[in-house]
């Protein structure tokens, strides 16, 4: 009874945590090259979590850490969900990490709420405040003016 419980537990651990990322997924983000990654991703898989360095990321956040631009923009044009959180963190928060004031423009266009916080509380704007990302802050705080 053990062993089957253990058995059925496992099974179940295993498809609730995070997939890993195919690597030609990955050389395409870190290529920044839009033909490659959309020969290598599925529509239904577009806002899954994905393993990758110890963490996880949705394809989009992946793309924000990475700086691939092209690969971004592709992401959004396939509807990614710009409010997906893997790790705790949204895209809006990774673009305030990283400061990628371009791309979190393009996410305020298409519809990302820059308020919402994590489990921890935080917000984009501590991010951006913990990263010393200045650029970012003034574009935060432009909306609350």
Known sequence: MKTLFFTILLVVSSYATAQELNSNIINALESDNVTELKKHIATKEINNCFKFEE????LLTLSIKLNSKSCF?????????VDKTCNNK???MYTAKYNRLAMAKELVKAGAEITLRNNDKQSALDFAKKYRNKDII???KSFNK
């Open 90 to 92: 949204t895209p809006f």
């Open 73 to 81: 923009t592709e992401l959004i044009k396939q509807n990614a969900n």
């Open 138 to 140: 003034d574009y935060i």
């Open 55 to 58: 963490s996880e990321y949705t």
